[in-house]
């Protein structure tokens, strides 16, 4: 077998092989005696074909078979040879496959891109700090009593705070536009779910009163042909209510599958609750600034095949998230949607390797250990889901996985500058992008 190598850009090569045709024409030979051993053809005995007939017959697919295990057979050789490590599948392009000469092909694939890390000890990180207060609990339990609260009609003008029913009809440019109208509407006035300004226009309307609210729609609203045009909606309010809360009972606090008998036991969970929260939160938004320093400092190009894998996987959880149970196709969502996070992802993830390999970093079983444990303790029956993960070798690899990822944040920020920020509960627990603008 001969093999030579062709760089054709950074991390593309072309690989050109060529396999003797006596190794042809032995395994085709080899398959044609295994055929004819089963084979049944009119006017021939089971096993009794004749060689000749056989290969005449079954011949063009048995050959077509041999060169695709050749392919596969010869191209790990090949690489095994050369010491290539391929970054997906290689396209395979025929250069001579006549019969009785010399099969050669080409396959073009990508690489890993080699890395020499940059020293983290320039990198600066700010880390936030948080905890949660006893007026955090407060409004966290008033805002799950809002959630469970009941509606009572009331004959006054709307409130902040209020749900009205109504009603309404947008115009731009004094045309109806597509989705700008609807009857009965339920709107809770400082929800936040109308666009700018009609929430508000409506604070002071009574029933029956007919409101015309004028508004701009944001540059960024999501339909191209309305975003930031002035528009006018016709409202008419057909009801005003308002908000009943739930009291702190049993019955409350059953609703949250908490089993607290008093308002002290129940701000206690809500209090466990919230501190997981927030260790979690300020744990990711820590790594997303590692991370995202780590791949300011280390500038790398990225294979295409391991990028496009990447969109095939960030497709199939989008159509899981949001396909409401339907059965959709993940091509159908547009490429470009997920290639900047896709992008981001691969090259995040060959850093790590990296750093991984460098620092000769392995998982540790404590942590290993602990990590499950906190997953557990979130379910009625923690043993069992403990159990449950150290007997699914697939599970407990993702979270060592996960160990090794805060194992290698670890490692950078020993060397990096770490400026400790105090935030408040609900800032340290909003997503990094509400902060920082990262994805």
Do not use: C
């Amino acid at each position: 077998m001969q093999v030579s190598v062709e760089t054709t850009s950074a991390l593309e090569r072309q690989m050109t092989i060529t396999v003797p045709a006596e190794r042809i024409e032995s395994d085709v030979d080899k398959r044609v005696q295994q055929t004819a051993r089963t084979a049944r053809l009119d006017g021939f005995r089971p096993g009794k074909v004749p060689l000749k007939v056989v290969k005449k017959r079954y011949g063009a697919g048995i050959r077509q078979d041999v060169l695709g295990e050749v392919i596969q057979q010869s191209f790990y050789e090949a690489v095994q040879q050369e010491k290539i490590v391929p970054a997906g599948s290689p396209q395979i392009e025929f250069k001579n496959d006549k019969d009785g000469e010399d099969f050669a092909f080409v396959a073009t694939f990508e690489v890993y891109p080699e890395i020499e890390l940059t020293d983290f000890s320039t990198a600066e990180v700010e880390k936030q700090t948080s905890s949660v207060t006893d007026a955090d609990i407060e409004q966290m339990v008033d805002t799950l009593r809002k959630q469970q609260a009941d509606w009572t009609a009331v004959e006054r003008a709307a409130q902040d705070g209020d749900r009205v029913n109504i009603d309404f009809e947008g115009f731009v440019d004094g045309e109806a536009f597509e989705g700008g109208k609807a009857e009965g509407h339920d709107l809770v006035l400082g929800s936040g779910s109308m666009i700018p300004g009609f929430e508000d226009g409506l604070v002071g309307a009574e029933v029956g009163a007919d409101v015309e609210l004028n508004v701009n729609f944001p540059e960024e609203y999501h339909a191209e042909e309305l975003k930031g045009k002035a528009a006018v909606f016709k409202v008419k309010v057909n009801t005003v209510s308002e908000p009943v809360l739930p009291e702190l009972d049993k019955a409350f606090f059953e609703k949250f599958g908490l089993e607290a008998n008093d308002v002290e036991s129940f701000q206690a969970e809500v209090r466990s609750n919230m501190e997981r929260e927030l260790k979690n939160a300020l744990k990711m938004k820590l790594k997303d600034q590692v991370f995202s320093k780590l791949v300011e400092l280390n500038a790398i190009e990225v294979p295409s095949a391991l990028v496009d894998t990447e969109i095939d996987a960030l497709r199939r959880q989008a159509v899981q998230q949001f396909g409401g149970g339907q059965d959709l196709d993940p091509n159908m969502l547009p490429k470009e949607m997920f290639e900047d996070q896709a992008k981001r992802r691969v090259t995040v993830g060959l850093l790590v390797q990296e750093v991984v390999k460098a620092a000769e970093i392995t998982a540790d079983e404590a942590r290993v250990r602990e990590t499950v444990e906190e997953l557990a303790e979130t379910y009625q029956e923690p043993q069992q889901v403990i159990d449950w993960y150290y007997g699914n070798e697939e599970m407990l690899n993702q979270v060592k996985s996960l160990v090794m990822e805060d194992q290698v944040v670890d490692h950078l920020l020993s060397s990096a500058k770490v400026n400790e920020v105090a935030v408040a509960y609900e800032e340290a627990i909003k997503p990094a992008q509400q902060n920082n603008g990262a994805e």
